[in-house]
């Protein structure tokens, strides 16, 4: 069975501060993890994807998130917040690089003036 | 291109009612998906369709729910005799396969009176 917990239901950062989000994963087989970002009224879009190809994961909007395995865990960052990254953030697992997705609860990121 | 389409956008209903979300996936995309957004929930898996599979209703939460999916394209998520807790916002998902990310539409927003 699979599951994620993200720690901290709300996080908030100034403008230009670093932004860190935490997500745990729990799996019995070689994971796939996975963050999504939901704007207000939106759905969920990619942000980026662990696939074992390299521990370190770079993706969109300046963010990336390292695969820690002896930690089981997989910690969303960005250097500098801007306003535009309120959001929602999710992480997910899978045991496949697509298919049904094992989501955590989600953390809500506010970033202040 | 078009994105996953889902409709309607806001559904208000009397408790007890049937009703019916609509999801149109990507065109070519074999592989459909819903999940429920509830406050305080996080995401929840309700159904996975794979082509011409079985379905994985694994995450149905009860007989009320069903889902089908016409032609191997558009797919109906019917609940029926809606109850308050049924308030949440329905999220469909397409992918080319199981391999591949996820593309989310923007959801329908069930209000149950």
């Known amino acids: 069975a699979q599951s994620v917990t993200q720690l901290g239901s709300h996080v908030s950062v100034s403008e230009g501060a670093l932004v860190l989000l935490r997500c745990n994963y729990s799996?019995?087989?070689?994971?796939?993890l996975f963050w999504y970002v939901q704007y207000p009224n939106q759905g969920l879009q990619l942000l980026l994807k662990?696939?074992?190809?390299?521990?370190l994961v770079k993706g969109i909007n300046g963010f990336e998130a390292e695969f820690k395995k002896s930690e089981t865990s997989f910690h969303l960052t960005k250097p500098s917040a801007h306003m535009s990254d309120a959001a929602e953030y999710f992480c997910?697992?899978?045991?496949?690089?697509?298919?049904?997705?094992?989501f955590g609860q989600g953390t809500e990121l506010s970033v202040k003036p | 291109g078009a994105g996953v389409s889902q409709s309607p956008s806001n559904k208000v209903t009397e408790k007890g009612k049937d009703v019916e979300l609509r999801c149109d996936p990507i065109s070519g995309h074999t592989a459909l998906y819903w999940y429920r957004q509830s406050l305080g929930q996080g995401l929840e898996f309700l159904i996975y369709?794979?082509?011409?599979?079985?379905?994985?209703k694994s995450g149905l939460p009860s007989d009320r729910f069903s889902a089908e999916r016409t032609g191997g394209s558009v797919s109906t998520l019917t609940i029926q005799r809606t109850q308050q807790e049924d308030s949440a916002v329905y999220l469909c998902?397409?992918?080319?396969?199981?391999?591949?990310?996820?593309?989310f539409g923007n959801g329908t927003r069930l209000t149950v009176t």
């Open positions: 662990y696939t074992s190809a390299a521990t």
């Open positions: 369709f794979q082509g011409n599979s079985a379905p994985d």
């Open positions: 997910a697992v899978s045991e496949h690089q697509g298919g049904k997705l094992i």
């Open positions: 998902a397409s992918s080319p396969d199981q391999n591949s990310p996820l593309h």
């Open positions: 799996s019995s087989v070689p994971p796939y």
